[in-house]
């Protein structure tokens, strides 16, 4: 069973615009939530996270929204380019430090 | 800056083989991870240990064994590899369960 569910699976948005990936918990005990970039034949790499003592948390163009009250948080990228074409991961750390649980991921799509 | 180096990068197998995934990183890190990648399936726990000698099950343990034979290498096998499977291992390691770095994978395959 996912304990983290991520939509959609897979996203096509036209560069510059904005790309909203979507993530939803059921543990309360998750309060680390990092969101992971991969790209082809490489590991995922750490892109921004955020704990869930914030509602928000912004680099540069990636923004994540958190909602605490309703489990679910979003990535937006926005002026999406073709570099951002990658899978994105949404990951839940508990509090107790245990390991991560990751989400299915979203393939991203930057069309120039 | 640290590495994690996963060997080997590509294994090919028979029904029924036990195979040795290993992983050997230079951070510095007390934790180490193994997770599993599947296409649609995301990344899946395996195996996981907080320090030398110590190891502790993930959502996906059975079928697979794991070794933390010194801080810097954590190995894991497969115990009986599966007819056609296909997958991508991917060794982590983290300081206190905070960010993890990613290894490039070892991808299997089972004849």
């Known amino acids: 069973q996912q304990q983290v569910r991520q939509s959609p699976q897979s996203l096509t948005v036209w560069e510059g615009e904005t790309a909203i990936l979507n993530c939803s918990y059921e543990?309360?005990?998750?309060?680390?939530f990092p969101w992971y970039q991969q790209f082809p034949g490489e590991g995922p790499a750490l892109l921004i996270a955020?704990?869930?003592?914030?509602d928000k948390k912004e680099d540069g163009r990636f923004t994540i929204f958190f909602n605490k009250r309703e489990k679910k948080l979003s990535l937006h990228i926005t002026d999406s380019q073709p570099g951002d074409s990658a899978t994105y991961f949404c990951?839940?750390?508990?509090?107790?430090?245990?390991?991560?649980?990751f989400g299915a991921g979203t393939k991203l799509s930057v069309k120039p | 800056g640290g590495i994690i180096t996963q060997t080997p990068k590509f294994l090919i197998g028979q029904e029924g083989q036990k195979l040795t995934l290993k992983c050997q990183q230079n951070?510095?890190?007390?934790?180490m991870y193994w997770y599993r990648q599947d296409s649609g399936k995301g990344l899946r726990l395996i195996y996981y240990?907080?320090?030398?000698?110590?190891?502790q099950k993930g959502d996906l343990s059975e079928g697979y064994d794991a070794s933390r034979e010194k801080k810097s290498s954590f190995s894991l096998t497969v115990t009986s590899a599966q007819k056609n499977e296909m997958a991508v291992f991917l060794c982590?390691?983290?300081?206190?369960?905070?960010?993890?770095?990613f290894g490039a994978g070892t991808r299997l395959s089972v004849l």
């Open positions: 240990s907080i320090t030398e000698n110590d190891l």
């Open positions: 951070f510095n890190h007390d934790t």
């Open positions: 990951a839940a750390t508990p509090n107790n430090n245990n390991a991560p649980r």
């Open positions: 955020i704990r869930s003592v914030s």
């Open positions: 543990n309360s005990a998750f309060d680390y």
């Open positions: 982590a390691s983290s300081l206190q369960g905070n960010t993890l770095y």
